[in-house]
């Protein structure tokens, strides 16, 4: 489960609001779908929920815990997909899963059995023990996809986790996170591909200019905007 | 030429980052303290200029009356033109291959030598910064010491403004036709480090050779003629690297005969470099460059077997993470030759001035054998501790990584252990330092066991902190946002605020040493008094670091 309370952050000392005053909850077995337009504070919001930013009002907590008294407990539970696989290239793609067990104490028998099984899923089976250098952008985004899937976590954050993704991966991946909210688990990510979202998403939030405007499920929304489909509900609530 | 203008105008925003540091400073008021360190590196550069100054002022007074004053200044410009030709291999292979914004460059309607040049342009600048220090201070004290006239300081001037050509174009033509060699290879990374290790090698042996052959005649006949020849001892000084004793003679010749000979031979010959590398961008700078980045990885399906030998079991935070950055920094080439070359390239560097010099070595040695024992293991521990430490590794452990910083801000590993993770890999890279400074500690200066034994225990601890101070200074401010690998080590202002902090380090002991000396206090005691101060060094540097670490890994935003 994810909680922002009255979440803000901003920039520039105070004068750029990214963040403004923001209250969501995530429920387990919940995907959360947060869209909004460039710029809008989606990565910032999801910057805050995995650490990588201090809020500078609010609370965050996830299955409880708070991300600022508790990082550590959080940082256990949760894994995260940045929007640009900025990952240590000079390694091989199996170095690379490898710490990731390493530091999140997966025991080699569920990292043997997991690698293998996402591998194959991801058509990257081949690849693997070639330095990270040596694969392109969506083949670096598989390896971080799996890598967040690896240690088997609570609570996954992923940030446009379908750019650079062929079809094939792309339909894999969805399926793998309906799979990871079933066992009762949270899922929170942001996307700008209307259809996934309204298809996938159990409820979704838009954020504009770090308001969070409407959130819902997709026939809350219709209902709330008397719109037919995501697209024109998104257009119109972020045309002000 | 405008669009090489603009292109060089560009790289140089870029390099030096003052659109960003403009911004940050002035706008968003947040990189402030920059100017506070900018003022205090100012002031504690003062006594190193006034001690440099009164070296340059003891010498003039020494050769002035025997005629040679003019090997100063060969000294000088040397100094400087050696320093750029065995650094500047890492400036050109990093900003001429590696840099970030390449990969922008080439689709771009320029040509390859339009690229090449703006790349070189700022190496050129970086290079005047970094020879401000050596150079500038010879150029203008001498001028002022010999009342030069009016022709002088114009002839200064174009003589530092050229000084870094020839040796950039040298490394420049070198490193253009490696690594179009490179460039033909699968293993790349490989190449880059063996070719750049036989550059150096051929350019400490060329000084080898050159200074014996110089230095090989004693006789009474040279000696004589020494005296006599006015520019014998520049001659002798500057036989390794002959532009800068045109350079020399350019400065001290008048603006006629000689002086203006030397001068067009100092030019021609740097314009002529400069149009070389000109022409040989246009046919081979875009060969070696396309493509250099893509690493062909090979295509291969593990077994059961070895895919379980190469994954590892449990919770290990710790080994995980001293073996990335093992790893990384070893597979990097720019961080590789510029950390564990370093180390190894110091004590190299010594035992090729010992053996090619003429009487140096038996000084040293003679100073050695007249000194009491303490003093011995001292100066052998300083030795070891320099070899050892004063490399960037720790003090850019955290700028290494760069953007990809969000990972350590985001594993369940605590701020503690990353960074007693990364202590343990800056100070592994310390010890094959000092192992390599006690090679020469042993086969040159041939100290008895047991001073080495003592002198390696001192510098064992000594690194301890050392390193710290390094990751300290560098987790206070680390430089994250880089284009070029080399910013992250090189180019890093930590790694030149971590030398100055462990030079002070070493001259605060130092100073203790003095004062215990004075108070009559005896050897064997004083050697123990410093020991458990560096322990106790140590032990503070070592826990400040990690405390700092709970607060900054918090703290520092991605």
Redesign the interface.
């Known amino acids: 489960m994810l909680d922002l309370q009255h979440v803000s952050k901003s920039y520039n000392r105070g004068k750029i609001k990214a963040v403004d005053d923001l209250s969501l909850v995530v429920s387990p077995g919940e995907i959360f779908g947060f869209l909004g337009p460039n710029g809008a504070g989606k990565t910032t919001t999801i910057k805050m929920i995995v650490g990588l930013l201090n809020p500078d009002a609010g609370t965050i907590t996830v299955n409880g815990f708070d991300t600022q008294k508790n990082a550590l407990k959080c940082k256990s539970i949760t894994t995260y997909v940045p929007d640009y696989p900025a990952i240590y290239d000079r390694l091989s793609g199996l170095e690379y899963l490898n710490f990731i067990g390493d530091v999140y104490g997966v025991p080699k028998k569920d990292r043997l059995e997991r690698i293998e099984k996402w591998l194959d899923i991801f058509e990257l089976t081949q690849a693997i023990s070639s330095p990270i250098q040596s694969y392109s952008h969506g083949m670096k985004q598989k390896t971080v996809l799996i890598a967040a899937l690896l240690p088997a976590p609570q609570v996954m954050v992923l940030d446009e986790p379908m750019v650079g993704l062929d079809p094939r991966a792309s339909h894999h991946l969805k399926e793998l996170m309906r799979e990871h909210c079933d066992q009762g688990k949270t899922l929170f990510f942001s996307t700008h591909i209307m259809e996934v979202a309204e298809k996938l998403c159990d409820r979704i939030g838009i954020i504009n200019k770090g308001k969070l405007i409407a959130c819902g499920t997709m026939a809350e929304l219709k209902r709330l905007n008397e719109e037919q489909s995501l697209e024109n509900i998104f257009l119109e609530l972020t045309d002000k | 030429m405008r669009r090489l203008l603009t292109l060089v105008r560009v790289a140089l925003k870029v390099n030096f980052g003052l659109s960003v540091l403009y911004h940050r400073v002035f706008?968003?008021?947040?990189d402030i303290w920059i100017v506070l360190v900018a003022a205090l590196a100012l002031i504690g550069v003062f006594p190193t200029l006034y001690g440099y100054l009164k070296l340059i002022k003891g010498l003039y007074g020494v050769l002035q009356p025997l005629g040679q004053e003019q090997a100063i200044l060969t000294f000088g410009l040397l100094a400087g033109q050696f320093l750029i030709l065995l650094f500047g291999l890492y400036y050109v292979v990093s900003a001429f291959y590696f840099s970030k914004d390449l990969g922008m460059l080439i689709p771009l309607p320029l040509k390859p030598f339009e690229v090449m040049m703006s790349k070189f342009t700022v190496i050129l600048v970086n290079e005047y910064l970094t020879v401000l220090a050596i150079v500038a201070p010879v150029l203008v004290y001498f001028g002022i010491l010999a009342k030069a006239g009016f022709s002088y300081w114009m002839k200064a001037l174009v003589v530092y403004l050229l000084l870094p050509v020839i040796p950039l174009a040298i490394v420049s033509l070198l490193v253009v036709g490696m690594m179009r060699v490179v460039n033909l290879s699968r293993k790349k990374d490989a190449l880059i480090i063996v070719g750049s290790l036989i550059l150096i090698t051929a350019g400490l042996g060329l000084q080898f050779v050159l200074n014996r052959s110089a230095g090989s005649k004693p006789d009474a006949e040279a000696m004589a003629k020494f005296f006599t020849s006015p520019d014998s001892l520049l001659r002798r000084v500057g036989a390794g690297f002959p532009p800068s004793v045109w350079a020399t003679k350019a400065l001290t010749g008048g603006f006629s005969g000689a002086g203006l000979l030397n001068l067009l031979i100092f030019a021609g010959t740097s314009l002529a470099l400069l149009y070389g590398i000109l022409v040989m961008a246009e046919k081979l700078f875009y060969r070696g460059l396309v493509g250099i980045?893509?690493?062909?990885?090979?295509?291969?399906?593990?077994s059961q077997a070895e895919?379980?030998r190469?994954?590892?079991?449990?919770?290990?935070?710790v080994?995980?993470?001293f073996?990335?950055e093992w790893?990384?920094m070893n597979?990097?080439p720019i961080f590789l030759l510029n950390g564990v070359l370093t180390v190894i390239l110091i004590p190299v560097l010594f035992i090729v001035m010992a053996r090619s010099g003429t009487g140096d070595n038996a000084f040293i040695l003679k100073a050695m054998g007249s000194a009491k024992p303490v003093y011995i293991i001292l100066a052998a521990a300083g030795f070891l501790l320099i070899s050892g430490c004063l490399n960037g590794t720790s003090s850019s452990t955290f700028s290494r990584e760069g953007?990809?910083f969000?990972?350590s801000?985001?594993?369940?590993?605590?701020p503690r252990e990353q960074v007693i993770a990364k202590f343990l890999h800056s100070y592994v890279i310390a010890l094959v330092g000092i192992a390599a400074g006690l090679v020469v500690v042993i086969a040159v200066l041939r100290l008895k066991a047991a001073v080495c034994v003592a002198a390696a225990a001192f510098a064992l601890t000594g690194a301890v902190a050392l390193t710290a101070v390094g990751m300290i200074i560098d987790l206070a401010r680390p430089l994250l946002e880089w284009t070029n690998p080399q910013k992250a080590i090189k180019q890093n202002l930590n790694v030149l605020l971590a030398l100055f902090a462990d030079l002070g380090v070493l001259a605060v002991l130092g100073i203790f040493l003095r004062f215990l000396v004075k108070a009559g206090i005896p050897g064997n005691a004083i050697l123990f008094i410093l020991f458990a101060t560096v322990i106790l060094l140590s032990s503070f540097s070592y826990l400040f670091l990690l405390r700092l670490a709970e607060k900054r890994y918090?703290?520092i935003?991605?």
């Open positions: 706008k968003e008021k947040k980045g893509e690493i062909s990885g090979r295509r291969k399906t593990l895919m379980s190469m994954i590892s079991s449990g919770r290990r935070p080994k995980a993470i073996r990335r790893r990384i597979r990097t953007s990809q969000w990972m801000k985001v594993i369940p590993v605590t918090q703290e935003e991605v």
